[in-house]
């Protein structure tokens, strides 16, 4: 199994701000994804990052509004950029081998004002 | 695309009873994993059980089990002996090329 942390757990931002969420994992990981929730909610994946080539988003996603990078096999970060109260949300970070499970982080829960 | 479906968006249960949870998907992929996930109100997502299409044998591990039908594409988890720490939402899920789906949950409640 892995261990995954995310910082920050929560923040309070104002519209037209950028926020950066990282994900660390305590073991190499051949896989790194990230996810939005809604409280009460499932889970919508944003993208896969991918190590050392830009990250494939899933349809409604797009790289100027969800940055991802993936500098390592244990690290990701996410941005969400020019905020809006639409983009409050819970984002989770998860990974995993290519065939197998899929841990997750805590989550970031992220207000937009 | 995969879908994967969550009929019951809540369901409760007394403590020490039985509870099943439904799952269905929809797929052309023959090989694949299947995975219930736990969400408490802590937010953590915590695997709960998974399960590789190409294995017949149900998965189980303690008092959780579920009853796997590849033919019929369902996927349900039976939680014997419940107790008030499973109170949670319990999150069915597809993967196949490393990608997960998520069905839309069921809220369960366990009650003393």
């Known amino acids: 199994s892995a261990v995954i942390s995310q910082k920050p757990s929560r923040d309070i931002c104002q519209r037209g701000t950028s926020l950066t969420i990282q994900c660390q994992v305590d073991?190499?990981?051949?896989?790194m994804f990230w996810y939005r929730q809604q409280p009460g909610q499932s889970l919508t994946l944003i993208a896969t990052?991918?190590?050392?080539?830009?990250?494939?988003?899933e349809s409604g996603f797009v790289i100027d509004k969800f940055p991802i990078s993936r500098p390592n096999l244990t690290f990701s970060t996410l941005t969400v950029s020019n905020m809006s109260p639409e983009d409050s949300s819970i984002y989770l970070c998860?990974?995993?081998?290519?065939?197998?499970?899929?841990?997750f982080g805590p989550g970031t829960r992220l207000t937009v004002l | 695309a995969q879908t994967v479906t969550q009929s019951q968006p809540e369901m409760s249960v007394q403590e020490a009873e039985t509870v099943t949870l439904s799952c269905t998907y929809d797929?052309?992929?023959?090989?694949?994993?299947l995975f219930w996930y736990k969400q408490p109100p802590s937010r953590q997502m915590i695997l709960v059980i998974r399960q590789e299409a190409y294995k017949q044998q149900n998965a189980t591990e303690n008092r959780f089990s579920v009853n796997f039908q590849k033919a019929a594409k369902s996927f349900s988890l039976k939680i014997s002996d419940s107790q008030l720490g499973d109170t949670a939402m319990y999150f069915c899920a597809f993967m196949k090329w490393e990608v997960m789906r998520f069905g839309a949950g069921t809220r369960l409640t366990v009650k003393p």
């Open positions: 998860s990974g995993g081998g290519a065939t197998d499970t899929q841990y």
């Open positions: 990052a991918n190590q050392g080539s830009e990250a494939t988003y």
């Open positions: 797929t052309s992929e023959n090989n694949y994993y």
């Open positions: 073991s190499q990981v051949t896989m």
